[in-house]
Structures are given as C-alpha cells and as structure tokens.
C-alpha cells in the first residue's frame, strides 16, 4: 500500500492555470499506473487523466489539450499541469494508484474556477 497527498488546489479564475501535485509515501517506479478523477458533488467520480510506469498518458476528451499528467519517480510524485481552466473544471480532484494487489486513494484537493 502506498499513501498519496494531494496538493496545489486553490480558487482560480477562468482562463488561469493550476499544477496539482501527488506525493507517494513510496516509490511509484513499478506502479503499472496512476490517475488523476475529480469528483463534484452528486456526481460520480470523473477519470481525467492518467500515466503509465512506461510514461504513456491518456485523457479524458474534455481536459484533453488543457491538462498535462507527468511523474517524477526520483520524487515519488505525480503532477497535472492545468491549464485554460473552466468553471466546469470546479472539483475535488483525487490521485489513485492501481497496483496489482489493489488501488491506493489520495484524500483529494480542492480546485475551485470562477467565471
């Protein structure tokens, strides 16, 4: 099991950009992949983006083009590069590790866009 903190959440305006970071109580080195959700209240929790141990990165089509996910794994971190933020981009974002033997959750942080 591995423990993630969230960080870099804020109140931000539209157009602006934010740079979320994840810090993993162990090396992320052979965790096959890790992901960015964000979840809103009264909805389910969103995928948004995610990287793979090879670097390979996906995203959803909605943040595709605005955010960037990368991984520093000297650091044991991950990071989502927000950029050209909406209102709509208002969530608790959370990081997620999915190891083989199960995924390990971040407690979220908060990133609020004002119009």
């Known amino acids: 099991q591995v423990q993630l903190v969230e960080s870099g959440g804020g109140l931000v305006q539209a157009g602006g950009s934010l740079r979320l970071s994840c810090s993993a109580s162990g090396s992320i080195f052979n965790i096959p992949a890790i992901h960015w959700y964000r979840q809103v209240p009264g909805k389910q929790r969103e995928l948004v983006a995610e990287i793979s141990s090879g670097g390979s990165t996906s995203y959803a089509s909605s943040v595709k083009g605005r955010f960037i996910i990368s991984r520093d794994n000297a650091k044991n971190t991950i990071y989502l590069q927000m950029n050209s933020l909406k209102p709509e981009d208002t969530a608790v974002y959370y990081c997620?590790?999915?190891?083989?033997?199960?995924?390990?959750w971040g407690q979220g942080t908060q990133v609020t866009v004002s119009s």
């Open positions: 997620a590790a999915r190891r083989v033997a199960g995924t390990d």
